[in-house]
């Protein structure tokens, strides 16, 4: 079992540039989330999906835009990288039928903004 | 909004000695799971074990066991026999609402020493 896999797993990018991280989870999970981590904060939400072709805002969506056109696939987008930005960032997934019940994390993608 | 508090930046602990890793967290809601999650060097993100807060009775996984204190909004991790591979960032999450968002305390970070 794959279960959530993230791509890349590291980038550096430049300020301003754009790139896109790549979530897809193969457990049928109807719901998917983005994180990101950092030091001292633990982890913050950035955006969250509750079904195919639906996506919401969580605690620090700014400067991030995604998509969940598939089941199986949440893409993370940055459209103009910032240093603030740099981070380790998380996707994960639950199934709506087992309730409040466990996250399956991807192993995290290190982004570097110069 | 959710909070959780996680007092303890640092934490250490010998071999085979027990440790007890605190959170607290502030919610108006009655209906909510709480976790806590394991990060190792390695990154990967593990569930250690879950609390629901309809339940009175303690959640208990092998060596981790929880002090749930509904009232006083306390959710303790203890982990005994404590050994080198629990060696990790350890971080108290609650859930709750109908997309299931987890809200992250900031770690504690748990050395275990020979």
């Known amino acids: 079992n794959a279960g959530v896999t993230q791509t890349p797993k590291f980038r550096v990018l430049k300020t301003g540039q754009s790139m896109t991280l790549l979530c897809a989870q193969d457990m049928n999970h109807e719901y998917m989330y983005w994180y990101r981590q950092d030091p001292g904060m633990g982890l913050r939400l950035i955006h969250y999906?509750?079904?195919?072709?639906?996506?919401a805002k969580g605690e620090v969506p700014d400067g991030y835009n995604v998509s969940r056109l598939k089941k199986q696939n949440f893409l993370l987008g940055l459209e103009s990288a910032a240093p603030s930005q740099t981070s380790v960032y998380f996707c994960a997934s639950r199934s709506l039928r087992e309730g409040r019940g466990e996250l399956f994390f991807g192993e995290g993608s290190r982004l570097t903004v110069l | 909004a959710q909070t959780v508090t996680q007092s303890q930046p640092e934490m250490s602990v010998q071999e085979a000695e027990t440790v007890t890793l605190s959170c607290t967290y502030d919610?108006?809601?009655?209906?909510?799971?709480l976790f806590w999650y394991k990060q190792p060097p390695s990154r990967q993100m593990i569930l250690v074990i879950r609390q629901e807060a309809y339940k009175q009775q303690n959640a208990t996984e092998n060596r981790f066991s929880v002090n749930f204190q509904k009232a006083a909004k306390s959710f303790s991790l203890k982990i005994s026999d404590s050994q080198l591979g629990d060696a990790a960032m350890y971080f108290c999450a609650y859930c709750t609402g109908t997309a299931s968002k987890l809200t992250f305390g900031t770690g504690t970070r748990l050395q275990v020493t020979l």
């Open positions: 919610t108006s809601e009655s209906d909510y799971y």
């Open positions: 999906s509750v079904g195919e072709g639906t996506t």
